[in-house]
């Protein structure tokens, strides 16, 4: 079974960091994708990282120079790094994995930046 597991989510004020790590199990990680996609409340679900196999980076315009996604291929972890948040950043995160013909997702944590 797949399974990906985030946490590091919490509240912060705007100007601070967070960390953001997903666990993943039950796939082959170092040959796939990792992302990290996000939704505010109201808002669809939208992509912020990704990184593929090799450990090339891509982000949306909106976080570039502020957010930092990394893999581990040996703890199979990618981790989002977020600098300078701001509320327009609060949603809830979520690790997703492209593997076996299917979308595997995970439970999302919350980000909230608010002073």
């Known amino acids: 079974q797949v399974h990906l597991v985030e946490s590091g989510g919490g509240l912060v004020q705007p100007g601070r960091s967070l960390r953001l790590s997903c666990a993943a199990s039950?796939?082959?990680?170092?040959?796939?994708?990792m992302n990290w996609y996000r939704q505010a409340p109201g808002k669809q679900r939208e992509l912020v990282a990704s990184?593929?196999?090799?450990?090339?980076?891509n982000y949306v315009d909106r976080v570039k120079g502020r957010f930092t996604i990394s893999r581990d291929n040996i703890r199979s972890t990618v981790d989002l790094q977020m600098n300078n948040l701001q509320p327009e950043d609060t949603a809830v995160y979520y690790c997703?994995?492209?593997?076996?013909?299917?979308?595997?997702w995970g439970q999302g944590t919350q980000v909230t930046v608010s002073s």
């Open positions: 990184i593929s196999s090799s450990g090339s980076p």
């Open positions: 039950g796939i082959h990680f170092r040959i796939h994708e």
């Open positions: 997703k994995v492209n593997a076996f013909a299917r979308e595997f």
